[in-house]
């Protein structure tokens, strides 16, 4: 890209530079610099986004918000959307209800429930985090060339900056030069980072054409509260509760109707439909219900359904792209702002470890290996729902089309994965599936589910993921059994000295700051407490010695080990810094274990 820039460039030097300040942008943004790395980030748009856009969030995004400390926030402004209702042409052709269910069944959700809230609002949650730090999104500037460096030593050494950034600022027309350690771009489906890294996007557009419109509704549609899924023979619609009245309602278009006025697709629908347009369309869906608008359209858009997923997610483990810059597909499902948030999420720890010295380059090579895996399973998912959503129903002239009962088994089906909480990491350096049977309700790969367990101290009820912070540490969950068991008093003796190389081995710098001990012991609260009992690097801090017993009331807590698959005498279990189980080992040879673990990534004697 030219520029009439009139100032010569001002070179600086940052460990990260951001592009793009979306969802995916800011979250990684404000967990870096939160992680005390040196980072900046800019964004073309003068501002951030002041309406529409994305606005679901998943119940394990909420999980991984509540990790940094941002969930409260979020559950205090958001709506909750807890129902689901499904409509389809009744006898006269009309829709009528067919089944009302939960919107999110899958058990070991710790928050059974999307958050709706508009994706300017979601940004600010980040914003203001980032302040506290002291770090700024950069308005209004975009980079207008990118070097990268073709010396490989260059690129293999983590301290020097490979990348050589020219930065305009479009107000003020002058520019900036930035050299950088490592590069994400995070600028959206048309990423200029991502041409400039030479990949490419895979995939196609679909036919389904779809119009969203934000409104208060005035409507005697009874479900306009639920997330509600709309089939009638005039197309399909669906409502999506919003804060405070709003809604917002994704409406199945008539794609013939579109395709005559010529042109290209995707810019002749934001040019011809018009939301008054939209909101016709919608009102002969929703027949014999009703539907107007409470003062204006706050916001709307149309789009064809569009799933792509980026040839590569990084270049030389220097380079990377996250969200829309590196997957696309339907929003219906609300995928598309949970997945580029966790991108990020899976990318903030391996680079702050890799920044502070402590792990090798190699770690982020998992980055592309376990998101660019998700993201397809997501395309292909996208596949299939979107058949099913924007398919014709049903009826008795339409034998071919989508019954209820299709589409419901599908909702139910797909639930684990929309949520977030069936996301599942392959084998790799940081996920060694041995010793499953220790845990056997636990997945090796999956996050660590949520459990509420009491402090030995006071009996104070905690919630096991609000102890697995998202602090760039590993946490390393000891469950210890009965530890008033003499017998199991002494195997953790012999346990804990095998420890002894965290503090006190030639790696000792590496492994300091790297993890955080919680011991959960099988006894009950009423029996001796173990807390002054237990060797004393399994008891860090008074808080972290757990009970697996109920609280005061009886109503929290208790048959944990039961629920988890552990069995009696005990097991380690190694939740990385985002939260997924990384391995898990017996008592016996734990030391062991995660030491072989920590060598295959981390900067320490003895690494193969």
């Known amino acids: 890209m030219s520029t009439s820039a009139t100032t010569e460039p001002i070179d600086t030097q940052v460990d990260v530079l951001i592009v793009g300040a979306g969802p995916s942008g800011l979250f990684c943004a404000n967990g870096l610099a939160k992680a005390g790395i040196n980072v900046r980030i800019v964004d073309k748009r003068p501002e951030k986004v002041a309406a529409g856009q994305a606005d679901g969030i998943q119940p394990r995004t909420i999980e991984v918000l509540q990790s940094y400390g941002l969930a409260q926030r979020l559950l205090n402004e958001a709506n909750q959307m807890h129902m689901a209702a499904f409509y389809n042409p009744g006898p006269n052709g009309d829709i009528e209800l067919s089944e009302r269910a939960?919107?999110?069944?899958?058990?070991?959700?710790?928050?059974?429930f999307e958050c709706t809230l508009h994706q300017g609002s979601i940004e600010s949650i980040f914003l203001d985090s980032m302040s506290q730090?002291?770090?700024?999104?950069?308005?209004?500037?975009?980079?207008?060339?990118?070097?990268?460096?073709?010396?490989?030593?260059?690129?293999?050494?983590?301290?020097?900056?490979?990348?050589?950034?020219?930065?305009?600022?479009?107000q003020t027309n002058t520019t900036s030069r930035v050299h950088a350690k490592f590069l994400i771009g995070c600028d959206g489906a048309h990423s200029s980072i991502?041409?400039?890294?030479?990949?490419?996007?895979?995939?196609?557009?679909?036919?389904?054409?779809?119009?969203?419109?934000?409104?208060v509704p005035d409507t005697d549609f009874p479900d306009f509260r639920c997330k509600s899924v709309i089939h009638s023979n005039h197309g399909s619609l669906m409502f999506i509760p919003r804060e405070g009245d709003r809604v917002r309602i994704y409406i199945q278009l008539d794609n013939q109707a579109v395709v005559q006025e010529g042109g290209d697709r995707s810019e002749r629908l934001r040019e011809v439909i018009e939301p008054a347009k939209l909101l016709e369309v919608a009102a002969k869906i929703l027949k014999p219900y009703t539907l107007k608008v409470v003062g204006d359209v706050h916001w709307s858009t149309n789009y064809a359904i569009g799933q792509r997923i980026a040839s590569q997610f990084s270049l030389a483990e220097r380079a990377f792209i996250a969200g829309d810059a590196c997957h696309t597909h339907s929003p219906k499902a609300g995928q598309g702002m949970n997945a580029s948030m966790n991108d990020t999420h899976n990318l903030i720890w391996k680079l702050a470890l890799v920044l502070r010295g402590k792990a090798d380059v190699s770690l982020l090579k998992t980055y592309e290996s376990e998101r660019r895996k998700y993201a397809q399973d997501l395309i292909n998912f996208d596949k299939e729902f979107s058949h099913y959503f924007s398919g014709r129903p049903r009826?008795?002239?339409?034998?071919?089309?989508?019954?209820?009962?299709?589409?419901?088994?599908?909702?139910?089906?797909?639930?684990?994965?929309?949520?977030?909480?069936?996301?599942?990491?392959?084998?790799?350096?940081?996920?060694?599936p041995s010793n499953q049977g220790h845990a056997t309700n636990l997945s090796i790969g999956k996050r660590v589910p949520p459990h509420t367990f009491i402090q030995s101290a006071d009996g104070r009820p905690i919630e096991l993921q609000d102890l697995i912070v998202s602090n760039i540490r590993f946490k390393l969950l000891f469950f210890l059994g009965g530890v008033n068991d003499r017998m199991q008093k002494r195997r953790i003796e012999v346990m804990a000295r095998g420890f002894g190389f965290l503090k006190d081995g030639d790696d000792s710098k590496v492994y300091e700051g790297l993890y955080d001990i919680v011991s959960i012991c099988s006894a009950k609260k009423f029996e001796r407490p173990p807390i002054t009992e237990l060797p004393e690097i399994l008891r860090p801090h008074w808080s972290r010695v757990l009970?697996?017993?109920t609280d005061i009331s009886g109503r929290l807590g208790g048959g944990g080990y039961e629920k988890l698959g552990i069995h009696p005498t005990g097991a380690l279990v190694v939740a990385r810094p985002d939260g997924y189980i990384g391995m898990i080992s017996s008592l016996e040879d734990a030391a062991d274990n995660v030491g072989r673990y920590f060598k295959g990534f981390l900067k320490v004697c003895g690494r193969q």
Not at 136 to 160: G, Q, T, Y
Not at 407 to 412: R, S, W
């Open 102 to 112: 939960p919107d999110v069944s899958f058990e070991t959700a710790r928050y059974p």
């Open 133 to 170: 730090e002291g770090l700024h999104v950069e308005r209004p500037v975009e980079p207008v060339s990118v070097d990268i460096s073709k010396d490989d030593k260059v690129l293999k050494d983590v301290n020097a900056y490979p990348f050589s950034v020219t930065l305009l600022n479009t």
């Open 194 to 215: 991502r041409k400039s890294l030479g990949f490419s996007m895979i995939g196609q557009q679909t036919p389904f054409v779809w119009g969203v419109v934000d409104i």
């Open 395 to 432: 009826t008795e002239e339409n034998q071919d089309g989508i019954s209820h009962e299709d589409f419901y088994k599908a909702f139910q089906t797909f639930g684990e994965f929309t949520s977030g909480i069936g996301i599942h990491y392959a084998p790799s350096i940081i996920v060694n």
């Open 547 to 549: 009970l697996d017993d």
